[in-house]
C-alpha cells in the first residue's frame, strides 16, 4: 500500500508522505485480525476502569451483545476527571464560539466543576440511575455538561437536534418516558435568535411523564414559565458544590438513547451502553484523525443533536483529551467565510464535516477559502453520505491545500462510531470509496441470498461480526431490533441498509440506502414520515415520497400527492401550505423540496406504490419497467405534470 493514486489526472501521494508519524501503523489490520477480542480488550485498557471485565465478549445470545462483562467504569469521569487528575486541567477543552461572535474557552478543569455541579442538580431534582432525560438544546456548552452530568450519575440522556418540531420532541419524550427536560430559551441561527422552550412546553404539556424544564438562558429571549415545573439552569446548577464523587457504572449500563427514522413512521429508539461505546469511539477517534492531544486542535462541524456529535464532539474527543472547536450558528453568517476565519483564529487541524457542506462551499466559490490562512490543517474527514469525487477534489485542493488526506468515514447511528474508513498515514486514497474495515471489525459485500460479492458487482452492506459500540436494541422493541437488522440473513449478521460494492482491490464503495430512508443533507428522513404527515394534512388523500438525487443536499425530498376533492385548487399556494405543514409536523429537515398534485399513483397489481417510478419521474430520468403497473397511463400523467412542477429552495 505505498504507490501513489492518480485520480482525474491528478496523483495523489502516497501514505506515508502525508503523516509522517502517524498513530497507527499498517501491522493494526494484522494485529487486529489476529485476535479481534484482544484487540478491542487492548483499546478498553486505553480507558480508566474500575474493575477489569470477565469476559471481553458475550454473544451466547445473539443478536443481543455484551461488552466487557463483569467491568466498571464513570463514561463522565474517562472524559473529565482523569485528565484534570493528570496535570491537565488547564487544557482547553472546547473553544466555543457563538453565532454572533461571543466566545468561551473552557478547560479541563472547569469542565469538570461545572459537570460536577449539574450532576448534584441531577440529583437533587430526584434523578437516578437509569432514568431518561432529554436533552433539547442549540449548540451551547450547556449542551455537553448536562450529557456528562447525566452520564456521571448513569442517568440515560436523549438529546433531541434543535432543529425537530414540537410533535417530534413529544413522541420522543413519551416514547423514551423521560423525567427532566433540560433546555434554553433559544440559540442563535442565521443572524437571528431562535426559540427552544414553546416547543418544549407544548410537547411536554402532552406527555406524562416529564416533572421539571431545567433552562439554560442563552438569547434572554421571553419565555413562558410554569410554576413548580420550570427551572433556570443557573438557580439549580449554580448553588451546587463542585464537588462530586462519581459512580461506577456497568459496562452495560444504558449511556443514551438517539432517535433515528426508519422505514415506518415511528422513528426508533437506538440505544448505546457503557464501556464498549467509549472504547471504540475514544480509540476511533484517535486512529481514524490521527489525533495528538498535545498539539491538535479538532473540530467536528457537525450539531451535537445527531450522533456525529455524539461520537466525535463529546465522547471521542473528551476521552482522548483533545482540545476541540464548538460553533453554534450557520456557515454563512455573517458571511460565506465563517468556517474559514475560526479555522484561521484557532489554528485547527482537523475538520471533519459532511459533503453536502462541501458542495454548498463549491457553490460559494474557492474565492472564499482562499481568503483564509488554513495552513493549520492536517487531516480532513467526511460523513454522512458517500462523497462524490469532484466533492473530495475540491476538498483535497481547496481546504486542505493538497496536502491533508481526507478520511471518508462510513458509520451509522447503530452503530456508533467508525466501521469503514481510509487511515491516515496508512491508506492510499481512492477519492469516493470508504474503503476498509476499520482493524477489529468485519464488513462484507453480499447478494441477496448472503453470498460474498467482490469484483465490483453491487450488493447489500452487512457486518459480519459484534462490534463495541454497537446498538444493543431499539429501546423498549428488542423484536423490532432483532427484525430491523439481524434477520435478513440471520441473527448472527448485521443487515446495514445500504447498499455498496467491493472492488478488486478491496475497497468498500457505498451506494446509498436500499430501504424507504432518504438522505438529505447527511440527515437521514423515512419516506413513510413524511407520507404520514402529508396525509394527516386536510387536503391530502394519498401521498408517495421518494428521495431524488441532489447536487448539494445528496438527495432531496420530492412528494406525489394526491387533493381529496377533486377540482381543489392544487396551486401553489397550496403546495406551499403543505411543506409548511411537514416543516412544522417534523421538522424543516423534512419539508419536501418538490411536491406535484397528481390524480392517480403508480401502484402493483398487489398495490404497492412504486417508488422506483416516481424516482424516476423526479430525477427527470427515462421510466424504468412499467410492466407490473396496474395501469401505465400512469405514469404519463405524472410524466407530463413534470415540467409544471412547483420547486423552490428555502
Ligand atoms: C447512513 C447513516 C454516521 C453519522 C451520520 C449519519 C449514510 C454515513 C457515510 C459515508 C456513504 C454514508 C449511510 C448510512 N452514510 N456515512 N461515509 N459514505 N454513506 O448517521 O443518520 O445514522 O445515517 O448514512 O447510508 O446508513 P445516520
Redesign the pocket.
Known sequence: MSESTEVEGRRFPAPEQLTAEANVGPDVYQEASADRLAFWAQQARRLTWTQEWDEVLDWSNPPFAKWFVGGKLNVAYNCVDRHVEDGHGDQVAYHWEGEPGDTRTITYAQLKDEVSKAANALTELGVDAGDRVAIYMPMIPETIIAMLACARIGAVHMVVFGGFSADALASRLDDSGAVLVITSDGGYRRGAPSALKPAVDDAVGRTGSVRNVVVVKRTGQDVEWTEGRDLWWDDVVGRQSAEHQPESFDAEHPLYIMY?SGTTAKPKGILHTTGGYLTQVAYTHWATFDLKPDTDVYWTAADVG???GHSYIVYGPLANRATSVMYEGTPETPHRGRWWEIIEKYRVTILYTAPTVIRTFMKWGEDVPAGFDLTSLRVLG??????NPEAWLWYHEHIGGGRCPIM????????GAHM?TPLPGVTTLVPGS?QHPFPGISAKVVDDEGNELTNDSTGLLVLTEPWPSMLRTIWGDDDRYVDTYWSRFGKEVYF???GAKKDADGNIW?L??VDDVM?VS???ISTTEVESSLVAHPSVAEAAVVGASDPTTGQGIVAFVILRESGQDSGDELVQTLRQHVAKDIGPIAKPRQIMVVQELPKTRSGKIMRRLLRDVAENRELGDVTTLTDSSVMELISSKLPAASSSED
Not at 467526511?382 to 462523497?387: A, N, Q, R, T
Open positions: 433515528t445527531w450522533v456525529t467526511s460523513v454522512g453520505e458517500p462523497i471518508d468515514t462510513w458509520w451509522q447511528t447503530e452503530t469503514i470508504a446495514a441498509g445500504d457505498l446509498g440506502r438522505n447527511g440527515h437521514r
